[in-house]
């Protein structure tokens, strides 16, 4: 049995999958899953056997954004959007230095698709319907989704999305690179435990050498990030390419 309230923790031999189930309200995000996920995420961040982490939602949505229900209990919209982010969750997401594999499918709204846009890998299933709602809701997306939505798609297609909140379904995102995969949904499951456990099955040591090269040389020098690359082969004992920086 799991021991959190809004989702459901489990251990498979080297993948650790975190599943969101609030599927009445359609996994949206309140301040209970708020806490449950942190706690996850700290679990899976201080256990040397999980190799990769799988990240799906119960039920007939992946995420369809904040509970919003909440927000009539707080004395402002903005009291309650800071109360629910008082915990780094993405942080901790960015933090791990394993893979993170995220499965999304029905609705993946909001806080959802930040979710999702912070995995390494997103498979989605067809028929998904994607939004990021929150400024025509008078807010800001709060949870990386102004910086990880530029970084896959760029400033203009993020601005479009962010701007308008428009919908739009898995054969955008995929184009936009929101999304690495789009599957039939009766696939989405088993190809998402596949990937997790081929990636739980590499080099630990190479994979988070690999997750460094990429997310820290992203804001390099193309010639910093090459040395980067470099000190990060040697470091595992491979031979180092010889450049400028090196000699």
Wanted: proline fraction near 4%; charged fraction near 20%; aromatic fraction near 4%.
């Amino acid at each position: 049995m799991s021991a959190f309230v809004t989702l459901v923790y489990e251990k498979q031999e080297a993948v650790a999958h975190i599943s969101l189930n609030r599927p009445a309200a359609l996994n949206a995000f309140n301040v209970q899953m708020r806490d449950d996920l942190s706690e996850a995420l700290t679990a899976v961040a201080g256990d040397p056997e999980v190799h990769a982490v799988l990240i799906t939602g119960q039920g007939r949505a992946f995420c369809a954004g904040a509970d919003l229900t909440e927000f009539g209990r707080a004395p402002s919209p903005v009291i309650a959007r800071q109360v629910r982010w008082q915990r780094d969750l993405w942080g901790q997401i960015l933090a791990l230095e394993i893979p993170v594999v995220t499965a999304v499918h029905g609705y993946c709204f909001g806080s959802g698709l930040e979710i999702a846009l912070l995995g390494d890998l997103c498979l989605a299933a067809q028929g998904t319907v994607f939004a990021m709602p929150e400024v025509q809701l008078g807010m800001v997306p709060a949870a990386g989704g102004t910086q990880t939505l530029s970084r896959r798609a760029g400033p203009s297609a993020a601005l479009d999305l962010l701007l308008t909140g428009r919908r739009f379904d898995a054969a955008e995102a995929l184009r936009l690179r929101l999304v690495t995969r789009v599957l039939p949904a009766d696939r989405l499951t088993d190809a998402a435990w596949e990937v997790a456990q081929q990636l739980a099955g590499l080099g630990r040591p190479q994979v988070t050498a690999a997750k460094r090269a990429l997310t820290e040389g992203a804001d390099l020098s193309l010639g910093q990030a090459l040395h980067l690359e470099s000190r990060l082969a040697a470091v595992l004992g491979m031979e180092a390419p010889v450049t400028q920086e090196t000699q």
